[in-house]
């Protein structure tokens, strides 16, 4: 079993910036990929980034140039810098990891981005 707890949530302003930080536990070896989903109410869940041990990155077109994910392999950890932020960004956004061939969800954050 993999553990992902989500933080760094909020509400913002349009425009503004925020970070989320998701910290992986339990068994952790064999996590190759690590990002982030979002779903807004009545929505489907929607790849935002992904992130490689190697390091390549995927972004979702809707914030690419204003989102940057990056990990910590050490640490156990990945992020989620989010800047510009649109009032379009506002959802529940949800840390994944791959184990080997099963995925893994957090339990989400919520990210508000009032107009």
């Known amino acids: 079993q993999v553990q992902l707890v989500e933080s760094g949530g909020g509400l913002v302003q349009a425009g503004g910036s925020l970070r989320l930080s998701c910290a992986a536990s339990?068994?952790?070896?064999?996590?190759?990929?690590m990002g982030w989903y979002r779903q807004a109410p009545g929505k489907q869940r929607e790849l935002v980034a992904t992130?490689?041990?190697?390091?390549?990155?995927n972004y979702a077109d809707s914030v690419k140039g204003r989102f940057t994910i990056s990990r910590d392999n050490a640490k156990n950890m990945v992020y989620l810098q989010m800047n510009s932020l649109k009032s379009e960004d506002t959802a529940v956004y949800y840390c994944?990891?791959?184990?080997?061939?099963?995925?893994?969800w957090g339990q989400g954050t919520q990210v508000t981005v009032s107009s």
């Open positions: 994944y990891a791959r184990r080997w061939y099963s995925d893994c």
């Open positions: 339990g068994s952790i070896f064999g996590i190759n990929i």
């Open positions: 992130i490689i041990s190697g390091g390549t990155t």
